[in-house]
């Protein structure tokens, strides 16, 4: 569980003060992205006999933010009186997904919460699950809008790729070769912060050039592998920005038992628990990420009000997200959670997820 309100200190690391606070406040979790906080949601179904079976189908199994997350989804499930299960592939790959969505649709589910793997490929399989009236929620890596109900988005896209942007420019004095080493290369979400970083380095820092951007499919022994080939390839590499916790646990653990600990910067999206020790043992100073319990949770409740007729995925709806609070459905039919949060050597022991 992530704690909600013991934390009050981060470190700056090139962030705008303004944007920091924000972040503190959204990982205190206390507050909706729409509304903010409108007291304790949750609550009873009102006798309906709405179909509250819900599945979560992540990019892949083995994945701890996906544990995190889908723990989340469970304890939702659990306060709404609903039932919970969650099925996925082994490999995060284009269309592994469609089986696990066929056959959700073949048991008649309410609700299927995905984190897709391609923004088209698991499109049809969705379209035809929404043909049984069942609803889909896409949550950390979204379809294309026409294919699911309701996007949970973990932070706004801008967001997460600039807080990267800033910590890892802070960390190489902002003059260099950088890499990113990435999730799969149809991964919706990575691939809308890469170029959102991209275009953030190309305005605002001239002396840093991105070398290339690698791909370890959110698979650790290939993350690994792919950093290895980074800083071979690149021998004057000063940086890697790896948006994926996946991605960075591996790289992580390949500089910190080489000869460039400490002299390659790493940063990027991790999450505390995987990050603690490459933190502690001076691999890694700062990296950033959202509340995936949060994501999950607040996904559950949106199946919910969708199950429930509640919300629709029109603009300016609203719904109730049990202890989150209220949140509004934004354009797009996209909820937002809320802000990212850097981790450094200060505050990391203050989480646990
Ligand atoms: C990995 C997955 C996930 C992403 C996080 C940051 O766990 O790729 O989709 O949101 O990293």
Request: glycine share 18%; hydrophobic share 25%; proline share 4%.
């Given at each position: 569980m992530f704690p909600r309100s013991t934390h009050s200190r981060g470190r700056?690391?090139?962030?705008a003060a303004v944007a920091l606070t924000v972040a503190l406040t959204a990982a205190g979790c206390?507050?909706?992205?729409?509304?903010?906080?409108?007291?304790?949601g949750g609550g009873?179904?009102?006798?309906?006999?709405?179909?509250?079976s819900i599945a979560f189908l992540p990019k892949?199994?083995?994945n701890p933010y996906f544990e995190t997350s889908n723990a989340g989804g469970e304890r939702a499930i659990e306060e709404f009186g609903g039932e919970y299960q969650e099925v996925g592939p082994t490999e995060a790959s284009p269309d592994a997904q469609v089986s696990f969505i066929n056959t959700l649709t073949q048991q008649q589910v309410g609700g299927i919460v995905i984190s897709a793997n391609d923004p088209n490929a698991v499109c049809d399989a969705l379209n035809e699950a929404r043909e049984l009236d069942i609803k889909v929620v896409t949550f950390d890596s979204d379809t294309?809008?026409?294919?699911?109900?309701?996007f949970i988005n973990q932070a706004d896209a801008e967001g997460i790729a600039k807080v990267q942007v800033d910590l890892i420019t802070e960390q190489i004095g902002d003059s260099g070769q950088i890499a990113i080493l990435s999730a799969?290369?149809?991964a919706t979400n990575q691939n809308a912060w890469i170029e959102l970083m991209q275009e953030e380095l190309e305005a605002?820092?001239?002396?840093?050039?991105?070398v290339e951007v690698a791909y370890g499919d959110d698979d650790d022994q290939k993350s690994f592998d792919q950093t290895a080939a980074l800083l071979q390839t690149y021998p004057e590499l000063k940086g890697i920005i790896s948006p994926t916790t996946v991605g960075i646990a591996a790289a992580a653990r390949y500089l910190?038992?080489?000869?460039?600990k400490g002299k390659v910067a790493l940063t990027g999206l991790g999450t505390p628990n995987q990050m603690r020790e490459y933190v502690e043992d001076g691999t890694v100073t700062s990296f950033a990420l959202w509340n995936p319990e949060d994501l999950g949770y607040l996904a559950a409740y949106a199946a919910k009000a969708l199950i429930e007729g509640e919300?629709?995925?029109?603009?300016g709806e609203s719904f109730e997200a049990g202890d989150l609070g209220e949140y509004e459905v934004g354009a797009n039919a996209t909820v937002l959670l809320g802000d990212p949060f850097v981790f450094d050597a200060e505050n990391i022991g203050e989480f646990d997820f």
């Open positions: 700056a690391v090139g962030i206390a507050n909706g992205g729409g509304g903010g906080p409108s007291g304790t009873d179904d009102s006798g309906s006999d709405a179909n509250l892949n199994l083995g294309d809008s026409e294919c699911r109900d309701l799969s290369a149809n605002n820092h001239p002396d840093v050039e991105l910190s038992t080489s000869e460039f919300i629709s995925g029109e603009e």
